[in-house]
């Protein structure tokens, strides 16, 4: 499955952004999906994760209650609702997505997965 990540952009601080994810290729109701992101000088950082069904979503501390991770099976869509950003926020953000396994919880971190997109940059002024 091949994965395009968009929607990154500038923002103010406390503003929102909406990042979309459209995959191509695959079954994709068949792939648990994530997001991550990565800032300059660190390491690749989960965000939050999403089950093929769409019913178990998962958050790292640092954007629970801030970010919603959602999905589109039909529009073969994943997609990052991000509020009340923060400067800390800014990064290149990653979609990825592995075949779900029925029996296993749903991956967060980036070497479980398999698939990724390229990346669209967030920034947050403050």
């Known amino acids: 499955v091949q994965l395009q990540a968009s929607g990154g952009g500038l923002v103010q601080t406390g503003g929102s952004l909406r990042l979309s994810c459209t995959a191509s290729g695959g079954t994709f109701q068949y792939y648990d999906l994530a997001w991550f992101r990565q800032a300059p000088g660190q390491e690749r950082q989960f965000v939050g994760s999403i089950s093929r069904s769409g019913r178990t979503t998962t958050y790292a501390d640092s954007v629970k209650g801030r970010f919603t991770i959602s999905r589109d099976n039909a529009k073969k869509s994943m997609y990052l609702q991000m509020d009340s950003l923060k400067p800390e926020d800014m990064a290149l953000y990653y979609c990825?997505?592995?075949?779900?396994?029925?029996?296993?919880?749903?991956?967060?971190?980036?070497?479980?997965?398999?698939?990724w997109g390229q990346g669209t940059l967030v920034t947050v002024s403050s």
């Open positions: 990825a997505a592995v075949r779900a396994i029925l029996t296993a919880p749903v991956e967060t971190t980036a070497g479980g997965y398999t698939f």
